[in-house]
């Protein structure tokens, strides 16, 4: 079977890549001001990658969609993806501005039907499954078009990630690309102390019959270069190796970022340290 | 049930591409069969793995497939519940599961395999239209009616093979969310669901030399329930008899409890169902139905008949 489709390797702007996560960074901690709880970490630390697949890999259908599909399977990390989406113009700045409220229509997991979001999630182990589903349905319409899912790392503890991982492998939906957010901790605790058989990560989907690579998972560069360079005929699973809470240096590796809101003093910390990304 | 469902499944298949079936390492029984040899990327059998069986169906109903779900009762709903919740009823999206065996219909394998609370847990659950078949007939066209819809999610409760005909003489066709009056009568009236309306027919038979009138209804549709039909079956007739291979709380007898109640109905109401416990019994179906106190004989004897 022929690759199905690669990304065009010089297309992508690293330094631009930069420059938008900074903006997506700021919004967030701006908005987390109005809200008592937004997940802020777990949304920084898949940042660089929701960039680069909405930037760099999915191609656009009209000004309003994508060719593309795009599932947040980790639902709370969907701030990063609202965000984008903002920026894309897809979802109106009115409605981050009413997130978690209820003359809104924005909530704290992603709510199919709303502007730009393909699926429902929140709860953990589901979006790969439904991802699978639908690059199925996509190959079985004679369709080119690619499914990326993003999972986090807490999330692959739940079974049906692998029963996922599985069928996508004996299907070998080489339009199926999966990207990893491996910060390392779940909600409570950090993953290779706790859970020490959780790793090798890489290795796992591999001997599932998935093409997978692991790269810097904040290097926008690096991240588009891998998924650019896909060899096709498999699932490809890029392993972005993150920093929960990357971008604001108290957050960073802190699990109570996974939840809470900074308060005044340590918003204005945040702020002013911000800075750009690339690492 | 399971080869009329397979039969109506592979019909329909064969005009309609977006039709295709998801099973849980199912033997492919009847029409199944030839489904998966005429159309092979259209049979999926996701092995014994339930949660990507449901979550599978999600994602290719969310790309404008048709996908049942397939496999026993207890695997379609019990094991994948919380994928039946989020994938298919949060997002309502049209995807059928079927659940094979409903009841203790898999009445050698114990427990694990009863289906004995699917109704209430499904009937719970927002989105969700509920059917209950009570033979082959009226398979086929709960069946035709699921392959129709694009609606949202419904669970398909289906027996397993050698259900004998119970509607050929019905009075009303199958229409989706009505009451269906397999016979008509003015003094007793049995609403019941499945296979299990064999008995209703006993009852009915048993009573006529009596000088009662029975009506046998046909509540297929758990979900929506035909609220209405019932509030009428209750001031039409003097008595009402309940009978579900289900367990005791959630499910029709509960919710004709409630009706009689806001309707201020003055109708005797019996409920038969199975018992509020897992039985370690095996053996005929027969058996394990009179194990949980539901055989012919018991209900026949407490209704006095």
Known sequence: ?279 | MRNTFAQTFYEAAREDPRLCVVVADISPAGAMDKLRTEFPERFINTGVAEQIMIGMCAGMALRGLKPFAYTIATFALFRPFEFVRDDLCYQNLPVTVVGIGGGVTYSTLGATHHAQEDVAIACAVPNLRVIAPCDPAETRAATRWCIAQEQGPVYLRLGKAGEPDLSSGAADPFEFGKLRFLKRGADLCILGYGPALKVALQIAERAQPRGVSASVVSVHTLKPLDEAGIAAVLTSHRRVVVLEEMAPRGGLGDAVKRIAWDSQSRCRIECFSLQDEFIHCYGKHEELLAAHGFSPAAILRKLDM
């Not at chain 1, 309003?64 to 113009?89: A, N, P, R, W």
């Not at chain 1, 704290?108 to 929140?122: K, L």
């Not at chain 1, 996508?168 to 706790?194: I, P, Q, Y």
């Not at chain 1, 991240?223 to 060899?231: E, F, K, Q």
């Open chain 1, 1 to 279: 079977m022929a690759k199905t489709w690669q990304a065009p390797l010089a297309a992508f702007d690293a330094a631009a890549a930069r420059a938008r996560c900074l903006g997506y960074r700021r919004r967030i901690l701006d908005i987390s001001q109005r809200v008592g709880a937004l997940h802020a970490a777990p949304a920084f630390s898949c940042m660089e990658m929701a960039d680069v697949i909405y930037h760099g890999l999915m191609r656009r259908g009209n000004p309003t969609e994508f060719h593309d599909l795009f599932l947040m399977s980790k639902g709370h990390g969907c701030m990063t993806q609202y965000v984008i989406l903002e920026e894309l113009g897809i979802l109106a700045s009115a409605e981050l501005e009413r997130y978690c409220t209820a003359e809104g229509i924005l909530g704290a997991h992603p709510d199919r039907g709303n502007p730009g979001i393909e699926a429902s999630t929140g709860s953990l182990g589901h979006g790969l499954g439904i991802a699978v589903g639908m690059a199925y349905a996509e190959r079985l319409k004679r369709s080119d078009r690619q499914v990326y899912v993003m999972l986090s790392d807490g999330e692959l503890q739940e079974g049906s990630s692998w029963e996922a991982a599985m069928m996508a492998g004996n299907l070998r939906l080489d339009n199926l690309n999966l990207f990893l957010d491996l910060n390392d901790f779940s909600g409570l605790e950090r993953m290779s102390e706790t859970h020490t058989a959780f790793y090798p990560v890489r290795e796992k989907f591999e001997a599932f019959g998935w093409e997978a690579l692991a790269v810097n998972g904040h290097d926008a560069q690096a991240v588009h270069a891998a998924a650019a360079a896909r060899r096709g005929q498999r699932p490809f699973a890029l392993i972005g190796k993150t920093v929960k809470g990357r971008g604001v240096a108290f957050m960073e590796n802190v699990p109570i970022w996974h939840y809470r809101s900074p308060n005044k003093e340590e918003y204005a910390i945040a702020i002013r340290d911000l800075a750009e990304v690339s690492s």
